[in-house]
């Protein structure tokens, strides 16, 4: 129904920048809530940030945020760590968000793309 696909991965050196973009295909909504999630080797998957699309609200992890900028279909990650190295998923969420709890559970998620792997070499 509806298929996500994250790009902009890469190396990139600590302190640099780097862009990540979510593209959906089939089935679009206006009205989502878009999220961002890594993964690093032996680690959970962790939250990022997530955006309401409706009236732009944003959510930050506290570990990123004043670094990263989260927009519909965008991440911008700047001043870059090597703990930031990690694959980054995209997801979308058909649900309203009734409290940012729900950010941080699974079922919330109605979607996810596949990951793009991001390195940050110090």
């Known amino acids: 129904q509806v298929q996500l696909a994250e790009s902009g991965g890469g190396l990139v050196q600590a302190g640099g920048s780097l862009r990540l973009s979510c593209g959906a295909s089939?089935?679009?909504?206006?009205?989502?809530?878009m999220g961002w999630f890594r993964q690093a080797p032996g680690k959970e998957r962790e939250f990022v940030a997530a955006?309401?699309t409706t009236g732009g609200i944003m959510y930050y992890a506290d570990s990123v945020k004043g670094r990263f900028t989260i927009s519909r279909d965008k991440l911008q990650m700047n001043s870059l760590k090597p703990e930031d190295t990690a694959v980054y998923y995209c997801?979308?969420?058909?649900?309203?968000?009734?409290?940012?709890?729900?950010?941080?559970?699974?079922?919330?998620?109605?979607?996810w793309g596949q990951g793009t792997q991001v390195t940050v070499s110090s």
């Open positions: 955006i309401v």
């Open positions: 997801a979308c969420s058909l649900f309203p968000l009734r409290s940012k709890d729900q950010l941080q559970e699974n079922k919330f998620w109605n979607y």
């Open positions: 089939g089935r679009t909504f206006s009205n989502v809530v």
